[in-house]
Protein backbone atom coordinates (compact mmCIF):
# COMPACT_ATOMS: atom_id res chain seq x y z
CA UNK A 1 0.00 0.00 0.00
CA UNK A 2 1.10 3.49 -0.70
CA UNK A 3 2.07 5.67 1.73
CA UNK A 4 2.15 9.65 2.48
CA UNK A 5 3.00 11.83 5.14
CA UNK A 6 1.29 15.05 5.60
CA UNK A 7 0.97 17.82 8.58
CA UNK A 8 -2.33 18.23 8.09
CA UNK A 9 -5.37 16.15 5.75
CA UNK A 10 -8.41 17.98 4.98
CA UNK A 11 -11.71 15.79 3.88
CA UNK A 12 -13.42 17.03 1.45
CA UNK A 13 -13.30 19.84 -1.08
CA UNK A 14 -16.28 21.95 -0.40
CA UNK A 15 -15.86 25.45 0.79
CA UNK A 16 -15.34 24.08 4.21
CA UNK A 17 -12.56 22.28 2.92
CA UNK A 18 -10.64 24.40 0.63
CA UNK A 19 -10.59 27.25 3.17
CA UNK A 20 -9.28 26.07 6.12
CA UNK A 21 -6.77 24.45 3.85
CA UNK A 22 -5.76 27.46 2.39
CA UNK A 23 -5.19 28.97 5.42
CA UNK A 24 -2.98 26.02 7.17
CA UNK A 25 -1.15 26.01 4.19
CA UNK A 26 -0.27 29.82 3.77
CA UNK A 27 1.03 28.98 7.70
CA UNK A 28 3.50 26.55 6.31
CA UNK A 29 2.51 23.28 6.38
CA UNK A 30 2.05 20.66 4.68
CA UNK A 31 -1.45 20.11 3.77
CA UNK A 32 -3.34 17.52 1.36
CA UNK A 33 -7.41 17.36 0.64
CA UNK A 34 -8.89 14.34 -0.39
CA UNK A 35 -12.15 14.45 -2.14
CA UNK A 36 -14.43 11.85 -3.04
CA UNK A 37 -16.19 13.57 -6.30
CA UNK A 38 -14.84 14.66 -9.64
CA UNK A 39 -14.88 18.38 -9.64
CA UNK A 40 -16.87 19.76 -10.96
CA UNK A 41 -19.65 18.30 -9.12
CA UNK A 42 -23.12 18.87 -8.08
CA UNK A 43 -23.82 20.35 -4.41
CA UNK A 44 -26.98 22.67 -3.41
CA UNK A 45 -26.51 25.99 -1.78
CA UNK A 46 -26.34 28.52 -4.45
CA UNK A 47 -27.31 31.73 -2.27
CA UNK A 48 -23.81 32.80 -0.26
CA UNK A 49 -24.41 35.51 2.67
CA UNK A 50 -21.89 38.22 2.75
CA UNK A 51 -19.48 37.37 5.73
CA UNK A 52 -18.54 34.43 4.20
CA UNK A 53 -16.70 37.06 1.70
CA UNK A 54 -14.32 37.74 5.25
CA UNK A 55 -13.39 33.78 5.33
CA UNK A 56 -12.87 33.68 1.23
CA UNK A 57 -10.91 36.98 1.60
CA UNK A 58 -8.48 35.52 3.87
CA UNK A 59 -8.24 32.32 2.23
CA UNK A 60 -7.03 34.27 -0.94
CA UNK A 61 -9.67 33.05 -3.15
CA UNK A 62 -11.88 36.16 -4.36
CA UNK A 63 -10.37 37.55 -6.98
CA UNK A 64 -10.62 34.07 -8.98
CA UNK A 65 -14.26 34.11 -7.63
CA UNK A 66 -14.52 37.86 -9.18
CA UNK A 67 -13.09 36.59 -12.77
CA UNK A 68 -16.09 33.79 -12.69
CA UNK A 69 -18.59 36.62 -13.14
CA UNK A 70 -21.43 34.97 -10.74
CA UNK A 71 -24.26 36.83 -9.96
CA UNK A 72 -23.54 39.40 -7.29
CA UNK A 73 -26.03 39.36 -4.97
CA UNK A 74 -27.18 42.65 -2.88
CA UNK A 75 -30.16 41.44 -0.34
CA UNK A 76 -33.23 39.03 -0.36
CA UNK A 77 -36.67 39.79 -1.04
CA UNK A 78 -39.40 38.00 1.21
CA UNK A 79 -42.87 37.79 -0.70
CA UNK A 80 -46.03 36.53 0.84
CA UNK A 81 -49.54 36.79 -1.03
CA UNK A 82 -48.22 39.77 -3.66
CA UNK A 83 -46.64 41.84 0.03
CA UNK A 84 -43.00 42.30 -0.71
CA UNK A 85 -40.34 43.17 2.21
CA UNK A 86 -37.01 43.91 0.62
CA UNK A 87 -34.31 43.63 2.67
CA UNK A 88 -30.55 45.18 1.43
CA UNK A 89 -27.58 44.23 3.08
CA UNK A 90 -26.32 47.70 2.82
CA UNK A 91 -28.37 49.02 5.04
CA UNK A 92 -27.66 46.12 8.03
CA UNK A 93 -26.61 47.72 11.13
CA UNK A 94 -23.05 45.44 11.33
CA UNK A 95 -20.19 47.02 9.71
CA UNK A 96 -19.37 44.75 7.02
CA UNK A 97 -19.81 43.25 3.31
CA UNK A 98 -22.85 44.32 1.85
CA UNK A 99 -23.02 42.24 -1.15
CA UNK A 100 -21.98 38.42 -2.46
CA UNK A 101 -22.69 36.01 -4.95
CA UNK A 102 -25.14 33.67 -6.35
CA UNK A 103 -23.36 30.73 -7.79
CA UNK A 104 -23.72 27.57 -9.16
CA UNK A 105 -21.60 25.61 -6.95
CA UNK A 106 -20.27 22.87 -9.16
CA UNK A 107 -18.26 26.08 -10.93
CA UNK A 108 -17.78 27.85 -7.77
CA UNK A 109 -16.28 25.14 -5.31
CA UNK A 110 -14.04 23.71 -8.65
CA UNK A 111 -12.82 27.70 -8.59
CA UNK A 112 -11.93 27.41 -5.11
CA UNK A 113 -10.36 24.09 -5.26
CA UNK A 114 -8.67 25.00 -8.39
CA UNK A 115 -6.94 27.77 -6.46
CA UNK A 116 -6.03 26.40 -3.21
CA UNK A 117 -4.19 23.36 -5.77
CA UNK A 118 -2.39 26.60 -7.01
CA UNK A 119 -1.13 27.83 -3.97
CA UNK A 120 0.65 24.02 -3.71
CA UNK A 121 -2.19 21.88 -1.70
CA UNK A 122 -2.66 18.89 -3.95
CA UNK A 123 -6.72 17.70 -4.27
CA UNK A 124 -6.93 13.65 -4.51
CA UNK A 125 -10.23 14.12 -6.37
CA UNK A 126 -12.22 10.25 -7.08
CA UNK A 127 -10.49 9.32 -3.27
CA UNK A 128 -12.56 8.20 -0.74
CA UNK A 129 -12.18 8.29 2.89
CA UNK A 130 -12.69 4.59 4.10
CA UNK A 131 -10.95 4.53 7.74
CA UNK A 132 -9.49 6.42 10.38
CA UNK A 133 -6.71 5.31 13.25
CA UNK A 134 -5.95 7.68 16.18
CA UNK A 135 -2.84 7.24 18.07
CA UNK A 136 -3.18 10.37 20.18
CA UNK A 137 -3.51 13.49 18.22
CA UNK A 138 -1.12 11.50 15.31
CA UNK A 139 -3.86 9.33 12.07
CA UNK A 140 -3.28 7.34 9.86
CA UNK A 141 -6.39 7.41 7.21
CA UNK A 142 -6.77 5.07 4.62
CA UNK A 143 -8.37 6.55 1.41
CA UNK A 144 -9.31 4.86 -1.66
CA UNK A 145 -8.99 5.56 -5.43
CA UNK A 146 -11.83 5.06 -8.10
CA UNK A 147 -9.31 2.46 -9.39
CA UNK A 148 -9.41 0.87 -5.89
CA UNK A 149 -5.74 1.75 -5.20
CA UNK A 150 -5.68 2.26 -1.15
CA UNK A 151 -3.19 4.90 0.43
CA UNK A 152 -2.23 5.53 4.04
CA UNK A 153 -1.64 9.14 4.42
CA UNK A 154 0.13 9.90 8.20
CA UNK A 155 -1.18 12.93 9.44
CA UNK A 156 -0.74 15.29 12.42
CA UNK A 157 -3.98 16.77 12.47
CA UNK A 158 -7.31 16.27 10.26
CA UNK A 159 -9.95 18.36 9.37
CA UNK A 160 -13.11 17.17 8.55
CA UNK A 161 -14.82 19.04 5.90
CA UNK A 162 -16.85 16.47 4.03
CA UNK A 163 -20.43 18.28 4.10
CA UNK A 164 -22.67 15.57 3.85
CA UNK A 165 -20.52 12.87 4.16
CA UNK A 166 -20.20 13.20 7.72
CA UNK A 167 -16.81 11.08 7.43
CA UNK A 168 -15.78 11.62 11.26
CA UNK A 169 -18.95 11.42 12.95
CA UNK A 170 -20.31 8.32 10.58
CA UNK A 171 -16.77 6.66 11.66
CA UNK A 172 -16.87 7.19 15.51
CA UNK A 173 -20.71 7.49 16.12
CA UNK A 174 -20.65 10.81 16.80
CA UNK A 175 -23.95 11.74 15.01
CA UNK A 176 -26.93 13.14 16.70
CA UNK A 177 -30.47 14.04 15.64
CA UNK A 178 -31.12 17.42 15.27
CA UNK A 179 -34.14 19.09 16.93
CA UNK A 180 -35.45 20.93 13.87
CA UNK A 181 -38.33 18.89 12.08
CA UNK A 182 -37.81 17.19 9.30
CA UNK A 183 -38.50 19.16 5.47
CA UNK A 184 -38.13 18.01 2.05
CA UNK A 185 -36.82 20.30 -1.06
CA UNK A 186 -38.16 19.54 -4.85
CA UNK A 187 -35.70 22.08 -7.10
CA UNK A 188 -34.00 22.06 -10.70
CA UNK A 189 -32.74 24.84 -12.72
CA UNK A 190 -34.49 26.62 -15.12
CA UNK A 191 -33.83 28.62 -17.95
CA UNK A 192 -35.48 31.69 -16.94
CA UNK A 193 -36.48 33.17 -20.24
CA UNK A 194 -39.16 35.70 -17.84
CA UNK A 195 -37.03 36.87 -14.93
CA UNK A 196 -37.54 40.21 -15.38
CA UNK A 197 -41.21 39.77 -15.26
CA UNK A 198 -41.17 39.91 -11.36
CA UNK A 199 -37.06 40.05 -10.20
CA UNK A 200 -34.02 41.82 -10.39
CA UNK A 201 -31.36 39.12 -10.67
CA UNK A 202 -29.82 40.64 -7.48
CA UNK A 203 -30.84 39.13 -4.89
CA UNK A 204 -32.52 35.69 -3.79
CA UNK A 205 -36.39 36.03 -3.88
CA UNK A 206 -37.84 33.78 -0.91
CA UNK A 207 -41.81 32.91 -1.73
CA UNK A 208 -44.17 31.99 1.63
CA UNK A 209 -46.15 30.02 -0.93
CA UNK A 210 -48.07 28.40 2.43
CA UNK A 211 -47.38 28.03 5.58
CA UNK A 212 -44.60 26.28 6.15
CA UNK A 213 -44.17 26.00 2.74
CA UNK A 214 -41.61 28.27 0.75
CA UNK A 215 -39.37 28.63 -2.90
CA UNK A 216 -36.17 29.93 -3.11
CA UNK A 217 -35.80 31.15 -6.72
CA UNK A 218 -32.10 32.19 -7.07
CA UNK A 219 -30.81 34.03 -10.30
CA UNK A 220 -27.77 33.41 -12.24
CA UNK A 221 -25.60 35.30 -14.29
CA UNK A 222 -25.97 33.11 -17.22
CA UNK A 223 -29.98 33.46 -17.63
CA UNK A 224 -30.42 30.60 -15.32
CA UNK A 225 -32.71 30.52 -12.50
CA UNK A 226 -32.22 27.87 -9.28
CA UNK A 227 -35.67 27.52 -8.12
CA UNK A 228 -36.69 24.45 -5.43
CA UNK A 229 -39.90 23.96 -2.98
CA UNK A 230 -39.63 23.68 0.52
CA UNK A 231 -41.35 22.48 3.47
CA UNK A 232 -43.18 19.27 5.32
CA UNK A 233 -42.51 16.50 3.47
CA UNK A 234 -46.76 15.65 3.94
CA UNK A 235 -46.96 18.51 1.65
CA UNK A 236 -45.49 16.48 -1.06
CA UNK A 237 -46.94 13.40 -0.62
CA UNK A 238 -50.23 13.81 -2.70
CA UNK A 239 -48.28 14.96 -6.07
CA UNK A 240 -48.28 12.58 -8.86
CA UNK A 241 -46.20 12.02 -11.69
CA UNK A 242 -42.21 12.62 -12.33
CA UNK A 243 -40.64 14.98 -10.55
CA UNK A 244 -40.84 17.14 -13.50
CA UNK A 245 -44.71 16.50 -13.53
CA UNK A 246 -44.52 17.35 -9.39
CA UNK A 247 -42.74 20.65 -10.15
CA UNK A 248 -44.59 22.05 -12.62
CA UNK A 249 -47.69 21.38 -11.12
CA UNK A 250 -46.78 22.93 -7.65
CA UNK A 251 -45.30 26.06 -9.93
CA UNK A 252 -48.80 26.30 -11.87
CA UNK A 253 -50.38 26.89 -7.76
CA UNK A 254 -48.02 29.54 -7.01
CA UNK A 255 -49.84 33.08 -8.40
CA UNK A 256 -46.47 34.62 -8.21
CA UNK A 257 -44.08 32.19 -10.43
CA UNK A 258 -46.65 30.45 -12.42
CA UNK A 259 -46.76 32.89 -15.44
CA UNK A 260 -43.09 33.71 -15.51
CA UNK A 261 -42.27 29.74 -15.16
CA UNK A 262 -44.74 28.02 -17.23
CA UNK A 263 -43.33 25.98 -20.11
CA UNK A 264 -39.89 26.44 -18.59
CA UNK A 265 -37.34 24.66 -19.68
CA UNK A 266 -36.04 22.48 -16.75
CA UNK A 267 -32.28 21.79 -16.94
CA UNK A 268 -32.13 18.84 -15.05
CA UNK A 269 -34.72 16.35 -13.62
CA UNK A 270 -36.05 18.03 -10.25
CA UNK A 271 -34.33 16.29 -7.79
CA UNK A 272 -35.04 15.47 -4.03
CA UNK A 273 -33.65 15.94 -0.88
CA UNK A 274 -34.72 15.79 2.86
CA UNK A 275 -33.74 15.15 6.62
CA UNK A 276 -31.37 17.29 6.04
CA UNK A 277 -30.73 18.80 9.26
CA UNK A 278 -27.87 16.94 11.97
CA UNK A 279 -25.72 17.30 14.03
CA UNK A 280 -22.82 15.83 16.45
CA UNK A 281 -21.76 14.96 19.57
CA UNK A 282 -18.50 17.02 19.62
CA UNK A 283 -17.12 19.37 16.87
CA UNK A 284 -13.22 18.92 17.94
CA UNK A 285 -11.38 15.68 18.96
CA UNK A 286 -7.90 14.47 19.97
CA UNK A 287 -6.07 14.81 16.26
CA UNK A 288 -9.50 16.39 14.25
CA UNK A 289 -11.99 18.91 14.06
CA UNK A 290 -15.05 19.13 12.37
CA UNK A 291 -16.12 22.20 9.85
CA UNK A 292 -19.05 23.43 7.85
CA UNK A 293 -21.79 20.93 7.34
CA UNK A 294 -20.60 18.38 9.70
CA UNK A 295 -20.57 20.45 12.80
CA UNK A 296 -24.48 21.36 12.57
CA UNK A 297 -26.26 22.12 9.80
CA UNK A 298 -29.79 23.14 10.11
CA UNK A 299 -32.25 24.75 7.16
CA UNK A 300 -31.60 26.65 3.71
CA UNK A 301 -34.10 29.03 4.58
CA UNK A 302 -31.80 31.57 5.37
CA UNK A 303 -28.69 30.68 3.16
CA UNK A 304 -26.60 29.96 5.85
CA UNK A 305 -25.03 26.97 4.85
CA UNK A 306 -21.82 28.12 3.08
CA UNK A 307 -21.15 31.00 5.40
CA UNK A 308 -21.47 28.79 8.40
CA UNK A 309 -19.02 26.87 6.58
CA UNK A 310 -16.38 28.98 5.66
CA UNK A 311 -16.29 30.69 8.98
CA UNK A 312 -16.23 27.36 10.88
CA UNK A 313 -13.14 26.58 8.68
CA UNK A 314 -11.44 30.08 9.20
CA UNK A 315 -11.53 29.72 12.92
CA UNK A 316 -10.70 25.90 12.90
CA UNK A 317 -7.51 26.61 10.82
CA UNK A 318 -5.89 29.08 12.86
CA UNK A 319 -6.64 26.61 16.18
CA UNK A 320 -5.18 23.89 14.01
CA UNK A 321 -2.00 26.23 13.25
CA UNK A 322 -2.09 27.22 17.06
CA UNK A 323 -2.16 23.72 18.18
CA UNK A 324 0.90 22.58 15.39
CA UNK A 325 2.91 25.42 16.79
CA UNK A 326 2.53 23.10 20.27
CA UNK A 327 0.24 25.79 22.28
CA UNK A 328 -2.26 24.57 24.90
CA UNK A 329 -6.22 25.90 24.50
CA UNK A 330 -9.48 24.76 25.30
CA UNK A 331 -10.98 24.01 21.98
CA UNK A 332 -14.91 24.27 23.62
CA UNK A 333 -14.50 27.74 24.32
CA UNK A 334 -12.39 28.63 21.42
CA UNK A 335 -14.51 26.76 18.54
CA UNK A 336 -17.27 24.85 20.20
CA UNK A 337 -18.99 27.99 22.16
CA UNK A 338 -18.45 30.72 19.13
CA UNK A 339 -19.64 28.06 16.61
CA UNK A 340 -22.96 27.49 18.27
CA UNK A 341 -23.43 31.51 18.58
CA UNK A 342 -23.71 31.33 15.06
CA UNK A 343 -25.69 28.41 14.78
CA UNK A 344 -27.85 29.11 17.48
CA UNK A 345 -28.52 32.43 16.03
CA UNK A 346 -29.41 30.99 12.60
CA UNK A 347 -31.43 28.11 14.64
CA UNK A 348 -34.20 30.86 16.58
CA UNK A 349 -34.54 32.48 12.89
CA UNK A 350 -34.84 29.75 11.23
CA UNK A 351 -37.53 28.22 13.70
CA UNK A 352 -39.36 31.46 14.12
CA UNK A 353 -39.76 31.76 10.27
CA UNK A 354 -41.66 27.76 10.43
CA UNK A 355 -44.11 29.35 13.25
CA UNK A 356 -44.83 32.10 11.18
CA UNK A 357 -43.30 34.67 13.07
CA UNK A 358 -41.14 35.96 11.27
CA UNK A 359 -44.18 36.08 8.53
CA UNK A 360 -45.59 38.95 11.06
CA UNK A 361 -42.22 40.62 11.31
CA UNK A 362 -41.58 40.94 7.75
CA UNK A 363 -45.29 41.30 6.19
CA UNK A 364 -46.34 44.42 8.93
CA UNK A 365 -47.56 47.19 7.38
CA UNK A 366 -45.61 49.71 9.61
CA UNK A 367 -41.55 49.10 9.71
CA UNK A 368 -39.38 49.77 12.62
CA UNK A 369 -36.39 50.69 10.03
CA UNK A 370 -34.00 50.58 12.99
CA UNK A 371 -34.73 46.77 13.94
CA UNK A 372 -35.39 45.99 10.44
CA UNK A 373 -31.87 46.93 9.94
CA UNK A 374 -30.61 44.80 12.69
CA UNK A 375 -32.98 41.39 11.01
CA UNK A 376 -31.06 42.41 8.18
CA UNK A 377 -27.54 41.76 9.40
CA UNK A 378 -28.31 38.57 10.94
CA UNK A 379 -29.76 37.82 7.01
CA UNK A 380 -26.04 39.01 5.75
CA UNK A 381 -24.80 36.34 8.05
CA UNK A 382 -23.59 38.60 10.65
CA UNK A 383 -24.65 36.04 13.41
CA UNK A 384 -21.78 36.82 16.16
CA UNK A 385 -21.83 40.54 16.21
CA UNK A 386 -23.21 40.69 20.01
CA UNK A 387 -23.66 44.31 20.04
CA UNK A 388 -27.10 43.67 17.80
CA UNK A 389 -29.40 43.25 20.15
CA UNK A 390 -31.54 40.74 17.23
CA UNK A 391 -28.15 39.15 17.69
CA UNK A 392 -27.78 39.32 21.39
CA UNK A 393 -30.83 38.08 22.35
CA UNK A 394 -31.86 36.24 19.57
CA UNK A 395 -34.15 33.39 21.30
CA UNK A 396 -36.95 35.73 22.43
CA UNK A 397 -36.04 39.64 20.43
CA UNK A 398 -38.41 38.48 17.43
CA UNK A 399 -41.46 36.70 19.63
CA UNK A 400 -41.12 39.94 21.19
CA UNK A 401 -41.32 42.27 18.28
CA UNK A 402 -43.97 40.24 16.45
CA UNK A 403 -46.52 40.30 19.70
CA UNK A 404 -45.72 44.05 19.65
CA UNK A 405 -46.50 44.05 16.37
CA UNK A 406 -49.86 42.07 16.40
CA UNK A 407 -51.07 44.61 19.72
CA UNK A 408 -50.40 47.57 17.68
CA UNK A 409 -52.80 46.66 15.07
CA UNK A 410 -55.16 45.13 17.48
CA UNK A 411 -55.38 48.70 18.43
CA UNK A 412 -55.26 50.51 15.17
CA UNK A 413 -58.80 48.83 14.15
C1 LIG B 1 -32.23 22.09 0.02
C2 LIG B 1 -30.98 22.81 0.45
C3 LIG B 1 -30.74 24.11 -0.01
C4 LIG B 1 -29.59 24.81 0.41
N1 LIG B 1 -29.39 26.12 0.01
C5 LIG B 1 -28.34 26.80 0.48
C6 LIG B 1 -28.10 28.16 0.09
O1 LIG B 1 -28.85 28.75 -0.68
N2 LIG B 1 -27.00 28.78 0.58
C7 LIG B 1 -26.11 28.16 1.43
O2 LIG B 1 -25.14 28.78 1.87
N3 LIG B 1 -26.29 26.88 1.78
C8 LIG B 1 -27.37 26.19 1.34
N4 LIG B 1 -27.52 24.87 1.69
C9 LIG B 1 -26.48 24.25 2.52
C10 LIG B 1 -25.23 23.85 1.71
O3 LIG B 1 -25.57 22.81 0.82
C11 LIG B 1 -24.13 23.35 2.66
O4 LIG B 1 -24.20 24.01 3.89
C12 LIG B 1 -22.71 23.56 2.10
O5 LIG B 1 -22.57 22.92 0.86
C13 LIG B 1 -21.69 23.06 3.11
O6 LIG B 1 -20.38 23.13 2.58
P1 LIG B 1 -19.28 22.08 3.05
O7 LIG B 1 -18.00 22.51 2.45
O8 LIG B 1 -19.39 21.89 4.52
O9 LIG B 1 -19.76 20.69 2.41
P2 LIG B 1 -19.94 20.26 0.88
O10 LIG B 1 -20.14 21.42 0.03
O11 LIG B 1 -20.98 19.19 0.89
O12 LIG B 1 -18.52 19.61 0.52
C14 LIG B 1 -18.08 18.40 1.14
C15 LIG B 1 -17.21 17.62 0.18
O13 LIG B 1 -16.74 16.45 0.87
C16 LIG B 1 -16.72 15.37 -0.04
N5 LIG B 1 -16.77 14.07 0.69
C17 LIG B 1 -17.84 13.51 1.29
N6 LIG B 1 -17.53 12.31 1.82
C18 LIG B 1 -16.21 12.11 1.55
C19 LIG B 1 -15.30 11.04 1.82
N7 LIG B 1 -15.66 9.92 2.46
N8 LIG B 1 -14.01 11.17 1.41
C20 LIG B 1 -13.61 12.28 0.73
N9 LIG B 1 -14.44 13.32 0.44
C21 LIG B 1 -15.71 13.23 0.85
C22 LIG B 1 -17.95 15.59 -0.88
O14 LIG B 1 -17.86 14.92 -2.15
C23 LIG B 1 -17.99 17.11 -1.03
O15 LIG B 1 -17.40 17.58 -2.22
C24 LIG B 1 -28.66 24.17 1.29
C25 LIG B 1 -28.90 22.88 1.72
C26 LIG B 1 -30.05 22.20 1.33
C27 LIG B 1 -30.28 20.80 1.84
Redesign the pocket.
Known amino acids: MKKETVDVLV ?7 TVAASIINKAGYKVKI ?4 KFP ?1 F ?7 PRCMEALEEAGFLDAVKEKGFQEKFGAKFVKNGKVCDYFFADQFTKGWSWTWQVP ?1 GEF ?1 KTLADTVEKMGVPVSYE ?3 TGIVFNGSDSVTTVEDIDGNKTEIAARFIVD ?5 R ?1 IPRLFNLDKPSNLAPRK ?1 L ?1 THTVDLKRSMDDEPNRITIIVHQKGIWI ?1 V ?1 PFSNGNTSL ?1 F ?1 GDPEFFKDLEGTPEEQLRALIATEPYLSERMENVEMIFEPRV ?1 ES ?1 SATTEKFYGEGFVL ?4 TE ?1 LD ?1 VF ?7 TVSSQLAAHLVIRKLKGEDFDWHTSYTEPMMQGVNTFRSYVMAWYEGTLDTIFFADKQNLEIKDMICSVLAGYVWDLENPYVKNHATALTKLARMIEIEKTLSV
Open positions: IGAGPAGVEKMRVIGESLLRDTTVGSGYGVAFWIGVLWTGNVFPSSGVTLA
